[in-house]
C-alpha cells in the first residue's frame, strides 16, 4: 500500500499531480477570460450561458439565473468553451466548490471569476470531480490558497493538487455508485425546489390580490439577531451553531453548515423547525444569500440549534404566519430592499434596519389563512426531500472517502446503495 493524501491506496495505482494529469491527454488548467474581454454590456437575456463563481454548487453548475452572451462573443473567447468533462472551480472566496461539465453543458462559457480543468481523456472526469471533493483534498486546496483576506485560487495551485488514478475500470464503477446517489440527491433537489417555487407564489399572489394597508414588518414579527460566539465554543458541545454555510443559494437549508456549539445563548436565539433565518452578511462578489430567507429543517441532531451572528431569526406574530412571512420575504421586492441596507468593500452586512423597516401591505385574517393552508403542504413535502436529501448526502460523504482510496469495494457499496434506496 501507497500512503497519499487520502490514505493507503494499492501500490498500483498512479499518483501524479492534476496538472500533469491534464497534461498527459493534452488538456490543461486555464483561466476564464479577465473583465476586460467580457463586459457587463455583452451579457444578453437570451445565448449561450456563461458559467460564473455563482454558478458553481456541489459538483454541478447552478443554472438558475445564469448570465448569457451572443453567438459573436462565445466565438471570439472560443478558447475559454467548456466540452462535456472538465471540471470548474471558482477562483475567489469559496475555492472548495467545483462542479462538473455536463453533455447538455457542452460549448457553455468558462466565465469570468473561474479556472477550467480539462482531463482530455487521461482519466475519468467523474471521478476525478469526486476525487476533488474529498475533505483532505478540499483542505489541501484550501490550505495553499492565496489572499490574506479572501482565498485565491490560480493555475499553479490547482496544477499542484496531488491526485490518485486508479485504473479505469474501478473509476468508472466509482463514477457510477457515487453518480447513482448524486442522480437521487438531484430528483429530491427539484422537488424542493419545484413545492417551495409553487407555494411561494401562490402565497405572493394572494398577498398582492389582498392589497391592505402598508405597514413595517418590525411591528408583526418578531426580529432576534443570532448568537456571538468565540472559535472556542466551536469543535464541541451539545448544541450545534446554525452558520452562514446553512443557507444554500436555492433557498434551502445546508446541514453542512452546522457546527458542535458549546457558547452561551438565549433561548430566542435556539432554533426549531420551520422557523425561518434571514442571513445579513456575504461577498461583495457574489452577494449570493445576503437578505436571503431560509425555512430551518434539522435532521435530527441530538442537540438544540443555535443562529449565528450572520443570521436574523424572523418570527411571525399573531397577525401573519410562518408561510406568509416566506411568501413576503422571498421575493425581488425584499432582496432589492435588503440589498439597499449593505454596506461594505470585501463583506456585505446587512444594516440592523432592514428587516424591521421592510414595508409591505397587511392582508386580512382571511388571505393569511388561505395562504396558509394552500402553502403548507407544499412546504412540508419540500422539507421531506430536503431531509432525504441530507441523508443521501451524508452517506455519499460517507462512502467517498473509501471508495476513493479503494477502502470500500464497490459491490459493498452498491449493497449499502441498494438498502438505502
Not at 445565448?47 to 447552478?62: E, K
Not at 489572499?147 to 499542484?160: D, Q
Not at 491526485?163 to 446517489?181: C, D, K, M, S, Y
Request: aromatic share 4%; with cysteine.
Amino acid at each position: 500500500m501507497s500512503e497519499t493524501i487520502i490514505g493507503a491506496v494499492p501500490d498500483e495505482w498512479r499518483l501524479t499531480t492534476l496538472g500533469d494529469l491534464c497534461r498527459s491527454g493534452g488538456g490543461g488548467i486555464q483561466t476564464g477570460p479577465f473583465g476586460s474581454q467580457l463586459h457587463a454590456s455583452d451579457y444578453v437575456p437570451v445565448g449561450i450561458p456563461s458559467v460564473m463563481p455563482q454558478n458553481i454548487g456541489d459538483n454541478v453548475i447552478l443554472e438558475d439565473g445564469i448570465a448569457r452572451i451572443d453567438n459573436d462573443d462565445a466565438q471570439r473567447l472560443s478558447r475559454y468553451l467548456l466540452r462535456e468533462g472538465d471540471i470548474v472551480y471558482s477562483r475567489r472566496g469559496d475555492v472548495e466548490r467545483r462542479a462538473l461539465v455536463r453533455s447538455h453543458q457542452d460549448g457553455w462559457l468558462c466565465g469570468t471569476g473561474c479556472l477550467r480543468v480539462r482531463l482530455a481523456g487521461s482519466a475519468e472526469p467523474k471521478f476525478i470531480s469526486y476525487y476533488l471533493g474529498h475533505p483532505e483534498v478540499r483542505s489541501w486546496i484550501v490550505r495553499h490558497a492565496v489572499g490574506a483576506t479572501m482565498p485565491n485560487l490560480n493555475t499553479a495551485i490547482l496544477s499542484g493538487v496531488p491526485v490518485v488514478v486508479p485504473p479505469a475500470n474501478t473509476q468508472r464503477a466509482v463514477g457510477e455508485v457515487l453518480g447513482a446517489l448524486e442522480d437521487k440527491i438531484a430528483v429530491n433537489s427539484r422537488i424542493l425546489a419545484t413545492a417551495t417555487e409553487l407555494a411561494v407564489a401562490h402565497g405572493q399572489r394572494l398577498l398582492s390580490e389582498a392589497g391592505g394597508a402598508e405597514v413595517s414588518l418590525g411591528d408583526y414579527a418578531e426580529i432576534t439577531k443570532g448568537v456571538s460566539y468565540r472559535s472556542a465554543d466551536l469543535g464541541a458541545g451539545e448544541n450545534f451553531l446554525v452558520t452562514l454555510k446553512c443557507v444554500g443559494r436555492d433557498g434551502s437549508f445546508q446541514q453542512v453548515g452546522l457546527k458542535p456549539y458549546s457558547g452561551e445563548h438565549k433561548g430566542s436565539q435556539a432554533l426549531e423547525s420551520g422557523d425561518i433565518v434571514v442571513a445579513q452578511t456575504d461577498l461583495t462578489q457574489r452577494a449570493e444569500v445576503i437578505g436571503r430567507p431560509v425555512r430551518v429543517v434539522p435532521l435530527n441532531p441530538a442537540g438544540r440549534l443555535v443562529a449565528s451572528l450572520d443570521l436574523v431569526i424572523v418570527r411571525p406574530g399573531p397577525a401573519l404566519s410562518r408561510e406568509v412571512l416566506i411568501a413576503l420575504l422571498d421575493s425581488q421586492d425584499f432582496r432589492d430592499h435588503a440589498l439597499s441596507y449593505c454596506n461594505g468593500t470585501t463583506v456585505l452586512h446587512m444594516g440592523a434596519r432592514a428587516l424591521p423597516d421592510y414595508r409591505f401591505k397587511m392582508p386580512g385574517g382571511a388571505t393569511v389563512a388561505a395562504a396558509t393552508e394552500f402553502m403548507s403542504p407544499l412546504l412540508l413535502k419540500g422539507d421531506s426531500a430536503a431531509r432525504e436529501n441530507r441523508t443521501l448526502v451524508q452517506m455519499r460523504d460517507t462512502l467517498l472517502p473509501g471508495l476513493l482510496s479503494g477502502a470500500i469495494r464497490v459491490r459493498d457499496a452498491e449493497k449499502i446503495l441498494e438498502a438505502a434506496t
